[in-house]
C-alpha cells in the first residue's frame, strides 16, 4: 500500500503564509495525482488543488490565486504553498493521493488555523 506523511500545518495571522508537504511512500505507481483536500468543523470535506505527475494543476475558486501546488516527482513529494491566509482557509488539510492500481490513498490530515 501507500503512505501519506503530511507536515507544515500550524496557527498563523490572516495575510500570511504556510507551507504544506505531503510525502509519499510505498507501492507507489504513475502517472498519478496527488492533491489536498480541507474539512472545516460541521462541513464536507473539499478538493483544495491536486496536481498530475505531469504537472498538470486545478484549484478551488476560494484559493486560486492565493495558494499554489507543485511536487518533486523524484520525492514522490507534494507542496502546497498557501499565502495571503484568511480565517475561512481554517481547516484540517489532508493529503491524497491517486495511484494506479493501489487506489486512493489519504494522509491523517494537519490542522490549518488562520486567526483574524
Known amino acids: 500500500q501507500v503512505q501519506l506523511v503530511e507536515s507544515g500545518g500550524g496557527l498563523v495571522q490572516a495575510g500570511g503564509s504556510l507551507r504544506l508537504s505531503c510525502a509519499a511512500s510505498?507501492?507507489?505507481?504513475?502517472?498519478?495525482?496527488m492533491g489536498w483536500y480541507r474539512q472545516a468543523p460541521g462541513k464536507q470535506r473539499e478538493l483544495v488543488a491536486r496536481?498530475?505527475?505531469?504537472?498538470?494543476?486545478d484549484y478551488a475558486d476560494s484559493v486560486r490565486g492565493r495558494f499554489t501546488i507543485s511536487r518533486d516527482n523524484a520525492k514522490n513529494t507534494v507542496y502546497l504553498q498557501m499565502n495571503n491566509l484568511k480565517p475561512e482557509d481554517t481547516a484540517v488539510y489532508y493529503c491524497?493521493?491517486?495511484?494506479?492500481?493501489?487506489?486512493?490513498?489519504w494522509g491523517q490530515g494537519t490542522q490549518v488555523t488562520v486567526s483574524s
Open positions: 510505498g507501492r507507489i505507481f504513475s502517472p498519478n495525482t
Open positions: 491524497n493521493g491517486y495511484f494506479p492500481i493501489v487506489g486512493t490513498h
Open positions: 496536481i498530475t505527475s505531469g504537472g498538470n494543476s
